[in-house]
C-alpha cells in the first residue's frame, strides 16, 4: 500500500486569496515546489484535498477551477515536482454534504482509488479543519502558519474540542522534511 501526503491547496500550497477566481490569481507559495520534490523523491503520493465553495456560490466554474489546476501543476512541473491527484467539494459549507472537510469522503475515496494506507499518511493544512480531517482518518497531522489568519476551530468540527497537530511547521517545506523524517525513522 501507499503512503500519501494529504495537501490542503489555499494557505498551504497557494497563496489564500478571497475565493481564487482565475488563473491568474494563483499563487506558489515560496519553497513550495521544493516541498512537493522532496516527498514526491521519498516515495509519497501527494494528494491535493480542497474545498472549493466558490462553485456553489457562482463566483466560478468547474472548469475555471480545471484551469487553476492545471496552472498549479505546471507551475509544479517547472521544478520537477507534481500532485498525484486532486480532489475538491464544490458545495456550500451549508449543503450538509460529506466531501468537505473536515468531513472525509474525499481522503477515502483518494486513499480507495490510489491504494494509501491512511495509518501511514499525513494530512497538511493551514486550518483546524485540516487537521480535524486527519485526526477522523488516523493520519499523523502537520500545521503550516502559511495562511491568512491563525488557525481557528471549525464550527462543523467532528470532534467537539480541536486536536492538536502531530506537528508545527512555519512553511510546506519545513512541514515536508519532518515528514521525510519520520519515514525514516520507521
Not at 509544479?76 to 469522503?105: F, S
Not at 467537539?160 to 497537530?165: G, H, I, L, R
Request: net charge positive; aromatic share 6%; glycine share 6%.
Amino acid at each position: 500500500m501507499n503512503q500519501a501526503v494529504f495537501l490542503d491547496r489555499d494557505g498551504t500550497i497557494a497563496r489564500d486569496v478571497h475565493y481564487c477566481r482565475r488563473p491568474e490569481d494563483f499563487e506558489l507559495l515560496p519553497t513550495v515546489p521544493e516541498a512537493i520534490k522532496l516527498l514526491n523523491e521519498n516515495g509519497f503520493k501527494v494528494v491535493v484535498i480542497t474545498n472549493q465553495s466558490g462553485i456553489a456560490r457562482g463566483y466560478f466554474s468547474e472548469e475555471t477551477l480545471a484551469q487553476i489546476h492545471q496552472k498549479m501543476k505546471d507551475e509544479l512541473a517547472k521544478y520537477g515536482a507534481r500532485v498525484d491527484a486532486i480532489y475538491y467539494c464544490p458545495h456550500h459549507p451549508d449543503d450538509g454534504c460529506q466531501c468537505r472537510k473536515p468531513k472525509t469522503a474525499l481522503f477515502l475515496k483518494a486513499a480507495q482509488e490510489h491504494n494509501i494506507a491512511l495509518k501511514n499518511s499525513y494530512v497538511v493544512g493551514d486550518q483546524q479543519m485540516d487537521i480535524d480531517a486527519g485526526k477522523a482518518l488516523g493520519c499523523k497531522t502537520a500545521l503550516v502558519t502559511t495562511g491568512p489568519e491563525p488557525s481557528v476551530p471549525s464550527p462543523k468540527s467532528p470532534v467537539p474540542s480541536p486536536q492538536p497537530p502531530d506537528y508545527t511547521a512555519r512553511s510546506l517545506l519545513e512541514a515536508a522534511r519532518w515528514i521525510v523524517h519520520n519515514k525514516r525513522q520507521r
